[in-house]
Protein backbone atom coordinates (compact mmCIF):
# COMPACT_ATOMS: atom_id res chain seq x y z
CA UNK A 1 0.00 0.00 0.00
CA UNK A 2 3.02 2.39 0.68
CA UNK A 3 6.05 0.64 -1.00
CA UNK A 4 7.30 0.01 3.29
CA UNK A 5 5.44 -3.39 3.99
CA UNK A 6 1.88 -2.21 4.57
CA UNK A 7 -0.58 -4.71 3.04
CA UNK A 8 -4.72 -5.03 3.16
CA UNK A 9 -5.37 -8.60 2.57
CA UNK A 10 -8.53 -11.07 3.21
CA UNK A 11 -9.91 -7.97 5.32
CA UNK A 12 -6.60 -7.40 7.14
CA UNK A 13 -4.44 -4.25 7.23
CA UNK A 14 -0.89 -5.55 7.72
CA UNK A 15 1.34 -2.87 8.69
CA UNK A 16 4.62 -4.25 9.21
CA UNK A 17 6.39 -1.65 11.61
CA UNK A 18 4.43 1.43 9.44
CA UNK A 19 2.43 3.77 11.96
CA UNK A 20 -1.04 2.47 12.71
CA UNK A 21 -2.84 5.47 11.74
CA UNK A 22 -1.24 7.25 8.53
CA UNK A 23 -1.79 3.26 7.28
CA UNK A 24 -5.53 3.24 8.16
CA UNK A 25 -6.69 6.59 7.06
CA UNK A 26 -4.74 5.80 3.70
CA UNK A 27 -6.85 2.69 3.16
CA UNK A 28 -9.98 4.26 3.93
CA UNK A 29 -8.58 7.14 1.29
CA UNK A 30 -8.06 4.32 -1.40
CA UNK A 31 -11.10 2.44 -0.65
CA UNK A 32 -13.24 5.73 -0.47
CA UNK A 33 -14.98 4.18 2.94
CA UNK A 34 -16.19 6.62 5.40
CA UNK A 35 -17.22 4.52 8.26
CA UNK A 36 -20.10 5.42 10.96
CA UNK A 37 -17.32 4.35 13.72
CA UNK A 38 -14.51 2.72 13.50
CA UNK A 39 -13.27 -0.25 16.17
CA UNK A 40 -9.38 -0.81 16.87
CA UNK A 41 -8.32 -3.32 18.67
CA UNK A 42 -4.43 -3.94 19.32
CA UNK A 43 -2.04 -5.45 21.79
CA UNK A 44 -0.21 -2.00 22.42
CA UNK A 45 -1.41 0.92 24.05
CA UNK A 46 0.61 3.22 21.90
CA UNK A 47 -0.80 2.08 18.18
CA UNK A 48 -4.01 2.75 19.94
CA UNK A 49 -3.11 5.91 20.26
CA UNK A 50 -1.91 6.71 16.92
CA UNK A 51 -5.01 5.09 15.28
CA UNK A 52 -7.16 7.97 17.87
CA UNK A 53 -5.27 10.92 17.03
CA UNK A 54 -6.04 9.99 12.97
CA UNK A 55 -9.37 8.77 12.76
CA UNK A 56 -10.00 11.90 15.71
CA UNK A 57 -8.95 14.14 12.95
CA UNK A 58 -10.86 12.55 10.10
CA UNK A 59 -13.71 12.85 12.77
CA UNK A 60 -15.12 9.64 12.77
CA UNK A 61 -16.03 7.81 15.99
CA UNK A 62 -13.55 5.63 17.32
CA UNK A 63 -13.32 3.22 20.13
CA UNK A 64 -9.71 1.37 21.43
CA UNK A 65 -9.55 -1.83 22.94
CA UNK A 66 -6.49 -2.57 23.87
CA UNK A 67 -5.80 -6.43 23.97
CA UNK A 68 -4.24 -7.67 26.99
CA UNK A 69 -4.10 -11.48 27.39
CA UNK A 70 -0.26 -11.80 25.93
CA UNK A 71 1.16 -9.36 28.67
CA UNK A 72 2.38 -11.83 30.81
CA UNK A 73 4.19 -13.79 28.35
CA UNK A 74 5.37 -10.85 26.73
CA UNK A 75 7.21 -9.59 30.02
CA UNK A 76 8.51 -12.94 30.91
CA UNK A 77 10.01 -12.88 26.90
CA UNK A 78 13.67 -14.04 26.79
CA UNK A 79 15.87 -12.91 23.83
CA UNK A 80 18.20 -15.54 24.82
CA UNK A 81 16.31 -18.30 24.69
CA UNK A 82 14.04 -17.36 21.32
CA UNK A 83 18.13 -17.24 19.94
CA UNK A 84 18.46 -20.74 20.76
CA UNK A 85 15.31 -21.91 19.70
CA UNK A 86 15.02 -20.30 16.69
CA UNK A 87 18.80 -21.62 15.58
CA UNK A 88 18.37 -24.86 17.35
CA UNK A 89 15.18 -26.21 16.45
CA UNK A 90 14.50 -29.58 14.35
CA UNK A 91 11.87 -28.30 11.53
CA UNK A 92 9.55 -30.56 13.21
CA UNK A 93 9.03 -28.64 16.51
CA UNK A 94 9.77 -25.31 18.44
CA UNK A 95 12.63 -26.20 21.49
CA UNK A 96 11.10 -25.68 24.77
CA UNK A 97 11.74 -22.80 27.45
CA UNK A 98 13.71 -25.61 29.47
CA UNK A 99 15.44 -27.10 26.29
CA UNK A 100 16.70 -24.11 25.35
CA UNK A 101 17.73 -23.08 28.76
CA UNK A 102 20.26 -26.16 29.01
CA UNK A 103 21.94 -24.99 25.92
CA UNK A 104 22.51 -21.60 27.06
CA UNK A 105 23.69 -23.46 30.54
CA UNK A 106 25.70 -25.15 28.03
CA UNK A 107 24.26 -28.46 29.53
CA UNK A 108 23.81 -31.24 26.97
Known sequence: MNGHGVLFRNGILF??????????ATLL??????PKKIVFINDKKTHLEDVAGTIEKLQ???VGLRYSFSDKRVASFNPDLAEIQFHHSPVSRLLSDAEAELLLKGTP
Request: hydrophobic letters at 35%; charged letters at 15%; glycine letters at 16%.
Open 29 to 34: QLLKLR
Open 15 to 24: TGGSPKGPAV
Open 60 to 62: IPF
